[in-house]
Nanobody, 124 residues
Framework: QAQLVESGGGLVQAGGSLRLSCAASGRTFSGYAMGWFRQAPGKEREFVATINWSGSRTDCADSVKGRFTISRDNAKNAVYLQMNSLKPEDTAVYYC?????????????????WGQGTQVTVSS
């Protein structure tokens, strides 16, 4: 069974940092684009960041650009989201996802595999 499992969420003060991890099992995702999405209460799922299959190209939402960094380690079948300078508006459940596209995408419909999510709460 292919599975993505997020970890690293928690409660942090504004201005702090968290590093989210997404561990894949059941199949290799080295040929897939990986993405991070988030969903806050009462809001639709929102694109955060994506990385192509090789890790050579990344794309981030304007709201997190300069603060968040997506990376991957294909040897470990894992993807990461380093979150710095966190703001209260970053509070959400964060999901990692995998999609069979080399370039990556901001569209959630391009991702066929999803983790269960990890809660990130940023207090002021």
């Amino acid at each position: 069974q292919a599975q993505l499992v997020e970890s690293g969420g928690g409660l942090v003060q504004a201005g702090g940092s968290l590093r989210l991890s997404c561990a894949a099992s059941g199949r290799t995702f080295s040929g897939y684009a990986m993405g991070w999405f988030r969903q806050a209460p009462g809001k639709e799922r929102e694109f955060v960041a994506t990385i192509n299959w090789s890790g050579s190209r990344t794309d981030c939402a304007d709201s997190v650009k300069g603060r968040f960094t997506i990376s991957r380690d294909n040897a470990k079948n894992a993807v990461y989201l380093q979150m710095n300078s966190l703001k209260p508006e970053d509070t959400a459940v964060y999901y990692c996802a995998a999609g069979r596209t080399a370039y990556g995408s901001r569209d959630y419909q391009d991702y066929g595999y999803w983790g269960q999510g990890t809660q990130v709460t940023v207090s002021s």
